[in-house]
C-alpha cells in the first residue's frame, strides 16, 4: 500500500480507502462485512469512509463494530451528514442542530471519540454557509473531528467554503466526488478550485458502480445478484452506463489493461490515481477478494501511451461536463 497526504494536510491516507455505501448493513451480511474490512487491513488499507445515511444508518454501526479490535490510531475513519437519518424537520441537511447531533450519533455508531475526517455529503442552499461551517468549527475545536470535507460540491461552493474555514480556522481539506474513466466532470472546476485552496479529492465509484470491470457484456443480461440487477438503489446509479455502445468500449479496454498485467477493476483504479489532486480512490467489496484485487492498484503507474489510447477508446462516452456535479 501507498500512501498520500490529504490535501495540503498533514494527514496522510492509504491511497485505496475502503467505502461501505451500499453494502454493509444492506447487500452484504455482518459477517461478510466483517471478512471485507479485514482484508482491507490485511491489505495494507488504513481508510475507512462510511456516512451516517448509509443502510440507514446501519453502515456505521456495521464499520465501528469491524474496526473495534483495530488499534485507533492506525486507522483513519472518515463519515459525513446531510442526508436524512430520522422523520424530523432538523434530521437532515447542513443546519447546527442536524450537524451536531448528527455527529454524536455517528460517534455512538462507529465506537471512536472522534472522527479523523467529518464531511457535508451535499451542499445546503437552505443554510446560511456560515451556520453550517462554524458548526463543523465546533466540532474540530471539542476534538469530535480532526478535519473537515465536502462531497459533492460545485468548484464555487469549495472556494466560498474554504474561504469561511481559513477565517475559522477550521482545517477544510477535501472534496469527495464520483471520479472514473467514464465520469470527469470534477476536472474542468472542481479540481482547479482545489488546487487553489489545498484540498484534495477523495473519489468515489472509480470503477463506475462495476461497470469498468467488464462483467456486464453488450448484448447480455447483466449477472443476477449484480449491481445492475440491484432494486435497492445500484441499478438506478448503474443505468446510464449499461448501454450496449458503451459495455462494447469496455471490453476494448481489456488488451490496454492486458500490457499493464492489471485486471480491468484495477486499470481503472489506478486511472483516478493518476490525478496529482486525487488523495485515495474509495472501492467497496462485497467480498474479501475484491478487496484484495482492487487494492492491487496500489502504486500502479500508468504510462501516458496508455492513457492516450484509453481516451480514445472512450472517446464520446466520457461525462466531462461540470454542471452534472452532484448529479447522479
Avoid at 239 to 268: F, G, H, N, T, Y
Wanted: net charge negative.
Amino acid at each position: 500500500m501507498e500512501f498520500r497526504r490529504l490535501g495540503n494536510s498533514g494527514l496522510s491516507i492509504s491511497e485505496i480507502a475502503y467505502g461501505n455505501w451500499l453494502t454493509h448493513g444492506s447487500q452484504v451480511e455482518e459477517e461478510q462485512a466483517r471478512k471485507c474490512v479485514q482484508a482491507a487491513l490485511d491489505a495494507g488499507i488504513t481508510t475507512f469512509d462510511t456516512a451516517d445515511v448509509y443502510a440507514q444508518t446501519r453502515a456505521e454501526s456495521v464499520l465501528g463494530r469491524a474496526l473495534s479490535e483495530a488499534r485507533r490510531e492506525s486507522v483513519e475513519i472518515f463519515t459525513k451528514v446531510f442526508f436524512p437519518t430520522g422523520s424530523g424537520p432538523n434530521d437532515r441537511g447542513l443546519g447546527r442542530k442536524h450537524i451536531i447531533e448528527s455527529c454524536n450519533a455517528s460517534l455512538r455508531r462507529l465506537q471512536t471519540d472522534y472522527v479523523d475526517l467529518y464531511q457535508a455529503h451535499r451542499f445546503d442552499p437552505s443554510v446560511p454557509l456560515e451556520e453550517t461551517m462554524t458548526a463543523f468549527a465546533d466540532l474540530v475545536r471539542q476534538g469530535k473531528a480532526l478535519y473537515i470535507g465536502v462531497s459533492e460540491w460545485t468548484a464555487e461552493q469549495i472556494t466560498r467554503g474554504a474561504e469561511l474555514a481559513r477565517e475559522l480556522s477550521v482545517p477544510l481539506i477535501s472534496n469527495q466526488p464520483q471520479y472514473s474513466m467514464l465520469w470527469r466532470v470534477i476536472e474542468p472546476q472542481v479540481i482547479p478550485a482545489c488546487e487553489r485552496e489545498g484540498i484534495g479529492q477523495i473519489v468515489w465509484s472509480p470503477i463506475a458502480q462495476g461497470v469498468l470491470t467488464g462483467k456486464y457484456l453488450p448484448g447480455q443480461q447483466p449477472p443476477e445478484g449484480s449491481r445492475a440487477t440491484d432494486r435497492s438503489g445500484g441499478a438506478d446509479m448503474i443505468s446510464r452506463w449499461m448501454r450496449d455502445e458503451v459495455l462494447e468500449a469496455v471490453q476494448q479496454l481489456k488488451p490496454i489493461a492486458s500490457d499493464l498485467d492489471l485486471s480491468l477493476a484495477q486499470l481503472a483504479v489506478a486511472w483516478v490515481l493518476q490525478n496529482p489532486n486525487v488523495s485515495a480512490a474509495i472501492i467497496g467489496a462485497s467480498r474479501p477478494e475484491q478487496v484484495q484485487e482492487n487494492a492491487a492498484a496500489a502504486g500502479v503507474r500508468i504510462p501516458e501511451d496508455a492513457l492516450a489510447k484509453i481516451d480514445d477508446v472512450l472517446g464520446d462516452l466520457i461525462t466531462s461536463d461540470p454542471r452534472h456535479t452532484a448529479s447522479h
